[in-house]
């Protein structure tokens, strides 16, 4: 059983001051627009706040850099040492974060909100397509099968420079604040060390998260707000 631990924070929960950066992550900070700071900074603070919650560490937060890769994907380095695997989503004021031990791990937070016309169309399959047309909850299953998507890639450290196309998401057509199991089908055409993945899903006060790895034997841990 693999364990994945979780928290959501909020830009309100950031402190005041910033001496819990790392000095790279303090480097870093300096060349960031000030639109996406905000949202930077409440991913560090959350990233940060889940590593020492779940690993029970005595370790100071100065001591736990995030830094990200060429491509986007998020690193851990406790000490000087990597660790971890983790992932970061924000939306909205929202800083969603999950860390487990080692082994694919991806996430993807968003608002519930109408899409432009042909969305579907140009980026979901056919059986995905179905999917959304039998659901009473249209839009809010069209976004979750986008973060689904979105969250495979980064566990994959693709990103969206594929055809979202090449995963499939089979999510139930109902959601709810509950955690969800689905699968997720990777094309033959994407270079993916596994041809199928495993994600959780859920929708709490119109935002959908998802959580994605490559085994259905999960066990997810808030380690906070939920």
């Known amino acids: 059983m693999r364990m994945i631990y979780w928290l959501t924070q909020t830009?309100?929960?950031?402190?005041?001051?910033?001496d819990w950066l790392a000095p790279q992550e303090r480097e870093q900070s300096v060349h960031l627009r000030e639109s996406r700071l905000r949202d930077w900074l409440v991913g560090r603070w959350t990233a940060k706040r889940l590593i020492c919650a779940s690993i029970g560490s005595a370790y100071a937060l100065s001591e736990i850099t995030?830094?990200?890769?060429?491509d986007g994907a998020?690193?851990?380095?406790?000490?000087?040492?990597?660790?971890f695997s983790l992932s970061i989503s924000h939306a909205n004021g929202i800083a969603f974060c999950a860390v487990s031990e080692s082994g694919l791990l991806g996430i993807d937070v968003e608002k519930v909100a109408p899409r432009v016309a042909g969305f579907t169309?140009?980026?979901f399959s056919s059986a995905e397509q179905r999917l959304v047309?039998?659901?009473?909850?249209?839009?809010?299953?069209i976004t979750a099968i986008w973060c689904g998507k979105e969250a495979a890639?980064?566990?994959?450290?693709?990103?969206?420079?594929?055809?979202?196309?090449?995963?499939?998401?089979?999510?139930?057509?109902?959601?709810?604040?509950?955690w969800q199991?689905?699968?997720?089908?990777?094309?033959?055409?994407?270079?993916?060390?596994?041809?199928?993945?495993?994600?959780?899903?859920?929708?709490?006060?119109?935002?959908?998260?998802?959580?994605?790895?490559?085994?259905?034997?999960?066990?997810?841990?808030?380690?906070?707000?939920?």
């Not at 690193?75 to 000087?80: D, H, K, L």
């Not at 047309?133 to 299953?141: F, I, P, V």
């Open 133 to 141: 047309t039998a659901s009473s909850q249209n839009e809010t299953l």
């Open 11 to 18: 830009r309100d929960d950031l402190p005041d001051r910033f």
């Open 74 to 83: 998020s690193e851990v380095f406790v000490r000087g040492k990597q660790r």
């Open 153 to 178: 890639l980064k566990a994959l450290r693709i990103g969206l420079r594929v055809d979202p196309r090449a995963v499939n998401c089979r999510l139930l057509s109902e959601l709810s604040a509950d």
């Open 121 to 123: 169309d140009a980026y």
């Open 66 to 70: 995030v830094l990200n890769t060429s």
């Open 181 to 226: 199991r689905f699968s997720l089908e990777t094309s033959a055409s994407l270079e993916s060390p596994v041809a199928g993945l495993w994600g959780l899903a859920r929708v709490v006060d119109g935002t959908v998260y998802t959580i994605v790895s490559e085994t259905a034997e999960v066990d997810l841990q808030p380690c906070g707000k939920h």
